[in-house]
T-cell receptor
Framework: GENVEQHPSTLSVQEGDSAVIKCTYS??????FPWYKQELGKRPQLIID?????GEKKDQRIAVTLNKTAKHFSLHITETQPEDSAVYFC????????????FGSGTRLQVQP | DTEVTQTPKHLVMGMTNKKSLKCEQH?????MYWYKQKAKKPPELMFV???????INESVPSRFSPECPNSSLLNLHLHALQPEDSALYLC????????????FGDGTRLSIL
């Protein structure tokens, strides 16, 4: 089955700096890669996603890049703000058949004001 | 506002009790999911329903029994649970086709005494 590894497990940045979180996946059949933000005691919220026919996607301060050959994808947050502090999960799924998500282990991002 | 509604928000039950968790969505999604999330861990898939039929059971113990009475509702029946089953139980839904995001409910925080 699919295995998703996520690094780092914790990340502390100063407000205004950039943050990068990286994930690798094992199954080359995976073709959908969402990122979720989960604040303490709350539900995972989708912040951005990318499909395998696209190399990069951006939404305001958030961007995701995908390298299918290396089976890597990354989340980039620019101009970080204290409200960006949360746990971020990457995930992967196959488009046909098994649509369920396999999650990475999570990154706790702390933005210091 | 969450578009996936879960009830109850909190549940405390003894090991001999029978209870049910409920999930409702009105987005017309035909895929629905149950995940279990322990503290500081990613969500773990339990069950997937596609067009009201169980399509994935991730070897979940039989003390958890899912049910999908119609396209908007998903239940999880609980019986004879163990203390290690204490966790946040998340419901999610998505469109039933390639690369569609999953929308999560706020979850039910379950404590087994």
């Amino acid at each position: 089955g699919e295995n998703v590894e996520q690094h780092p497990s914790t990340l502390s940045v100063q407000e205004g700096d950039s943050a990068v979180i990286k994930c690798t996946y094992s199954d080359s059949a995976s073709n959908y890669f969402p990122w979720y933000k989960q604040e303490l005691g709350k539900r995972p919220q989708l912040i951005i996603d990318i499909r395998s026919n696209v190399g990069e996607k951006k939404d305001q301060r958030i961007a995701v890049t995908l390298n299918k050959t290396a089976k890597h994808f990354s989340l980039h947050i620019t101009e970080t703000q204290p409200e960006d502090s949360a746990v971020y999960f990457c995930a992967a799924s196959m488009g046909t058949g098994r649509r369920a998500l396999t999650f990475g282990s999570g990154t706790r991002l702390q933005v210091q004001p | 506002d969450t578009e996936v509604t879960q009830t109850p928000k909190h549940l405390v039950m003894g090991m001999t009790n029978k209870k049910s968790l409920k999930c409702e969505q009105h987005m017309g999604h035909r895929a629905m999911y149950w995940y279990k999330q322990k503290a500081k861990k990613p969500p773990e898939l339990m069950f997937v329903y596609s067009y009201e039929k169980l399509s994935i059971n991730e070897s979940v113990p039989s003390r958890f029994s899912p049910e999908c009475p119609n396209s908007s509702l998903l239940n999880l029946h609980l019986h004879a649970l163990q203390p290690e089953d204490s966790a946040l139980y998340l419901c999610a839904s998505s469109q039933e086709r390639y690369g569609q995001p999953q929308h999560f409910g706020d979850g039910t925080r379950l404590s087994i005494l």
